[in-house]
């Protein structure tokens, strides 16, 4: 697993590229916006099948994605999506009026958990969902595990680190058993634990927060027969096209 350490490189995309990006996601809006509109989402999915063609995903998926209206917020969710993986996908999937829940829910991980990892933060049925581990395990600290031969070693180098890997995993089991490392598991166990309480109730809160201005929300719709989910105040359903769920 990835460390916070070696998540703190960014990759920005070639404006070419964001610009094709950017008109797939706008295309990907609008095919949203559309479920009601045979001819509007027709138009939509050719949008977004254009500019679907030649992008890199790889590369759109490393890259780091600052919401475009972050604003003040910009800054810590630049740290939040640093510790997404490669391969991931770099991006916040929700709207500005989430962005102080997950700042505060960061913030807290982080505490808790200073190397945590996250997968993936998104809206989904009209609610946020915040995938992430704990990114630490339990080892001797007197004891590191072996370093991976390079991709050039030889089957030699291979066998030897295999069985110096083995001969270690069998220490680190013995170093759990012991006192220290007991303790040391039902530390992090508690901290896990405390987390995981934590997230929940930050989804709890996004479950009546409006998603888009942040004011007491509940659960909305659009109209079928393809209903789009999400959590709206009234003054911002209406004109979104949403009826309370």
Request: aromatic share 8%.
């Amino acid at each position: 697993m990835a460390s916070r350490s070696e998540l703190t490189g960014e990759v920005a995309m070639p404006s070419d590229a964001q610009a094709r990006w950017d008109a797939y996601a706008d295309a990907v809006r609008q095919l949203a916006s559309s479920t009601n509109d045979a001819e509007g989402f027709r138009a939509a999915w050719g949008a977004m099948s254009q500019a679907a063609h030649g992008l890199d995903h790889q590369q759109i998926l490393n890259a780091i994605h600052v919401p475009k209206d972050a604003g003040e917020h910009a800054q810590a969710l630049r740290g939040m999506l640093v510790r997404i993986p490669d391969g991931w996908g770099r991006w916040i999937s929700c709207d500005r009026g989430w962005y102080p829940l997950l700042v505060e829910l960061d913030g807290q991980l982080r505490t808790l958990l200073p190397d945590y990892v996250i997968h993936q933060v998104k809206e989904k049925y009209g609610g946020l969902r915040y995938y992430w581990e704990s990114g630490e395990e339990v080892h001797d600290p007197n004891d590191p595990e072996p370093p991976t031969p390079g991709r050039d070693g030889n089957e030699a180098e291979r066998d030897r680190w295999g069985q110096e890997h083995e001969a270690w995993h069998e220490r680190l089991d013995a170093y759990r058993q012991t006192p220290e490392g007991q303790e040391r598991i039902a530390d992090l166990e508690r901290r896990v634990e405390l987390a995981e309480e934590l997230a929940d109730a930050a989804e709890g809160r996004a479950a009546v927060t409006c998603e888009l201005c942040g004011a007491p929300g509940r659960l909305h719709h659009t109209p079928a027969p393809f209903p789009w989910y999400k959590t709206l105040c009234p003054a911002c359903a209406e004109p979104e096209g949403y009826v309370s769920s």
